[in-house]
Structures are given as structure tokens and as C-alpha cells.
């Protein structure tokens, strides 16, 4: 289907983007790869696109200090390639693979999809897992919300109408932590019907995608002290909605196997 | 506000300047306003791939970026790839491996292919199929195609 009709408009600064956002009916526009099909499919019928993809600030991979900061306007391909993020935050090297096909992933921005916050993409958990901090620009500046307490609901983050993400900071992996994406779909890029970013440091979390409106953190599992009890309390952390094709029992089953992986990886000495 | 931008874009190696609505993908620009029918509408929301065009270099769903946003962008199609004799060795592997039946999916799998084969020496055939996982052919003929990108990434005949 077609679009419907609506104004655009891309702002040279993040004054100018604020004050169009502002607008009765204004949308962000990234990437588009999550937006533009739901505008081609009439799902969404904004007045206003304001594409902030103009908005130099919102870009560039660094490394400083022992924190990774990621410009939210970094694409999945910006994020495959980067030398500092396969070295500092191996996880979201293995998340990106799995994140749809080559030819979404130049233009889907890390950004877009931790705003949009669909409750089976990779990033969410991603960050969840590591403890990373969302950096929100508004108006009056910027605030920084750490992760766990920004996934508030189904496609609900905390986010204001006339807020964006700006970047997000990743703690640099330690010599002595791990870490360990990992994913079930049907087939390379589809919708994961159950995924896992593990991280251990002085504690672990276990942080499951498809598996709940945002991501959920398995607090019992992560604290357990061996595997053979993580596997047994996982079904009070996790209470997975069914989708077409699996249901809720089979995916509390998949997120055993894959929680069982994910320990084995962790434990395991490099 | 205005619902319609002027832009300005180089595709195929040609500068071209047109008012588009914001509303109008990509694809839709490249068929209907400079009749480069080559790049095909399957879903248009992003499944099937076969609106796949090169944009500043990289592969991209055509229908899920407005025309406005290619405003001072470098945009190849399956056209100007075919003029240009980029894709000639993909298109006679196809041709040769009997790679397309109805051919609807042909232009965008010829696109995603080229992007491995430029961006990589050889690949195994389960990578060349992660990379063309974005592209569907309805006629079922995958077999045929990661042979013919196979025959041309990795020198096999």
C-alpha cells in the first residue's frame, strides 16, 4: 500500500528538530525501517516526519574512560563494523547479526529501534543485560536514564513527545567479565521467538527478548548458583506470551536451552 | 506544512531534480517519475527485497526510505549496474544456473548478490544465504541462486 500524506521536514539542529517536534501530529523519522512500514501499511498516520537524521551530534562510536558511547543515529552496519564495539561490547557485535537482513540493517539505527522498544528486538535486552545508560536529549538538555528503568511497556519507553535518544553508553567490557548473545528465530533475521543476552561480571544477568512486553530481566535465574537451579526457576522470572507458532510453553522451553548455553559460555574459561 | 520537497539526487551517474510528496518511497520515484522500472514492489514493507537499490554505495529496502530522503544521495539500480557491466558476471551466472523462473525477485537478488561478491573474496554457501535471507523468491528457486552466486564468489564452475 501507499503512505498517506504527510509533511517532511529535516532540521540542521537540534534546536530546530525540538522546536518541530513540537508540532501537533510530529514523528520522528531515523532510520525508517520500523516507521516507514507501518506508514506504508496506514498504521500510522502522521502530519509531520521530522527526519533527524541531519543531526551531526547523534553520530560517532567512541571509546573513552572505559565507556563505549554510541551516537543513537549509528546504523546496525555502523555497529557491525566497528572495530571498538567487537572489542568493547562484544555483545552487541553478536546482537547485530541477528538484527533483520544486510540491506535494513545500513539504515536502522540503534536510536530508532531502542525507542520503538519492540519487545522481540535485540538492543533492549542488550542494553538491559550490560547495564548501559540511554543519554535522552530534550529542550533543556540532556538526562540520563539507565536502562532498566527505561522500558516501561509495550512500545513504551520513557521518553518524552519532544525527547530523543541522543547516544547510549556501553561500560567496557572487564578482562575478567563475559558476555553472550544469543538468538532463536526461523530463519536468519526473522523475529526472534525467543532470545538471550547474558552478561557476568561480579554478578550476572540473564536478559530475554520475546519474552515478555519489554526485557525481562530473569532475577531469580541470574542469582542462582548453578545452573541445574537457574534451569529450575527460570518459569518464575519468565512468563513468555505465546505467538503463531510457539507457545508459551515451548518458548519457556527454548529459553532453557538457551540459558543453558549462555551459562556453559560464561563459565567457560577463555 | 508543504507535503512536497524539491530534491535533487545522482542516479545511475546522472544528476536528476524533481518536487516529490513526502509520502513517496523510493522506488515509487525511480519507476513512476524516471521510468527505471528495473527495482520491482513485492510487499512494500520491507520482506521480500526486491525493491532493492544501492544508495550512497549500499544496498537498501527501496520501499522503506522516501525519495526526500535520498535528497543529495548517489542512487544505483539493476539498470545502471547492468549499463555500468557491474553485474555482468551475476547475470550470466543466473542465466547459465537457470537462477529465476518468473524473474520478479531477479533485479533485487542481483543487488543483494553484488553486495557480498564486491564486499567479500568467497563464502561459504550457508553465509550466502544469511546474506540473501532478506530477499524472497516466490518461485522457490533458492538452489539455483546460491549457485550462481557461489560459481561467481568463489571461481567454481
Not at chain 1, 573513552?64 to 546496525?76: D, F, N, P, Q, W
Not at chain 1, 519468565?238 to 508459551?248: G, I
Request: hydrophobic content about 40%; some cysteine; aromatic content about 4%.
Amino acid at each position: 500500500m501507499k503512505a498517506p500524506s504527510f509533511a517532511y521536514a529535516k532540521p540542521r539542529s537540534l534546536a530546530e528538530a525540538f522546536e518541530l517536534l513540537e508540532r501537533p501530529g510530529a514523528k520522528v523519522l531515523a532510520g525508517g525501517q520500523s516507521l516507514i512500514p507501518t506508514l506504508n501499511m496506514r498504521l500510522s498516520s502522521p502530519e509531520l516526519l521530522v527526519d533527524i537524521t541531519g543531526l551531526s551530534s547523534f553520530r560517532g562510536i567512541t571509546l573513552e574512560l572505559g565507556v563505549v558511547r554510541i551516537g543513537a543515529l549509528s546504523t546496525h552496519a555502523d555497529i557491525e563494523k566497528s572495530e571498538i564495539i567487537a572489542k568493547h561490547v562484544p555483545m552487541l557485535a553478536q546482537a547485530v547479526t541477528q538484527v533483520a537482513h544486510p540491506a535494513i540493517r545500513n539504515r536502522g539505527t540503534l536510536g530508532g529501534s531502542l525507542a520503538l522498544a519492540d519487545p522481540a528486538a535485540e538492543y533492549p535486552a542488550c542494553v538491559v543485560a550490560l547495564d548501559a545508560t540511554i543519554v535522552v536529549a530534550g529542550k533543556d538538555g540532556e538526562r540520563l536514564v539507565k536502562a532498566e528503568g527505561f522500558f516501561k511497556g509495550l512500545f513504551e519507553v520513557d521518553l518524552g513527545p519532544a525527547e530523543l535518544v541522543a547516544a547510549v553508553e556501553f561500560p567496557a567490557l572487564g578482562k575478567d567479565e563475559r558476555s553472550v548473545f544469543l538468538e532463536l528465530a526461523r530463519r536468519q533475521g526473522d523475529y526472534a521467538i525467543i532470545g538471550l543476552a547474558a552478561h557476568r561480571s561480579a554478578t550476572t544477568r540473564f536478559v530475554f527478548l520475546g519474552a515478555g512486553a519489554t526485557p525481562v530481566l530473569a532475577k531469580n535465574a541470574s542469582s542462582a548458583a548453578d545452573l541445574k537451579t537457574a534451569v529450575s526457576v527460570l518459569h518464575q522470572d519468565l512468563d513468555p506470551p505465546a505467538d503463531l507458532y510457539n507457545s508459551s510453553a515451548t518458548k519457556l522451553h527454548l529459553a532453557k536451552v538457551l540459558l543453558e548455553r549462555a551459562w556453559n559460555t560464561l563459565t567457560t574459561s577463555h | 506544512m508543504e507535503h512536497a520537497n524539491d530534491i535533487t539526487l545522482t542516479v545511475n551517474g546522472t544528476q536528476v531534480s524533481r518536487r516529490v510528496q513526502a509520502r513517496q518511497h523510493l522506488v515509487d520515484f525511480l519507476r513512476e517519475e524516471l521510468g527505471l522500472t528495473g527495482s520491482h514492489l513485492g510487499c512494500e514493507h520491507g520482506v521480500c527485497g526486491a525493491c532493492t537499490v544501492r544508495v550512497n554505495g549500499e544496498i537498501v529496502r527501496g520501499c522503506l526510505m522516501l525519495a526526500v530522503q535520498a535528497d543529495g544521495c548517489r542512487v544505483d539500480t539493476v539498470e545502471g549496474l547492468t549499463d555500468s557491466k557491474e553485474l555482468s558476471e551475476i547475470q550470466r551466472a543466473f542465466h547459465q544456473r537457470n537462477a529465476l523462473q518468473c524473474g520478479f525477485c531477479t533485479p533485487g537478488m542481483l543487488m543483494a548478490a553484488q553486495d557480498l561478491i564486491r564486499h567479500g573474496r568467497s563464502a561459504s554457501r550457508e553465509r550466502i544465504r544469511e546474506h540473501i535471507s532478506g530477499n524472497y523468491c516466490r518461485c522457490t528457486g533458492y538452489q539455483a541462486i546460491v549457485d550462481a552466486i557461489e560459481e561467481v564468489l568463489n571461481g567454481k564452475a
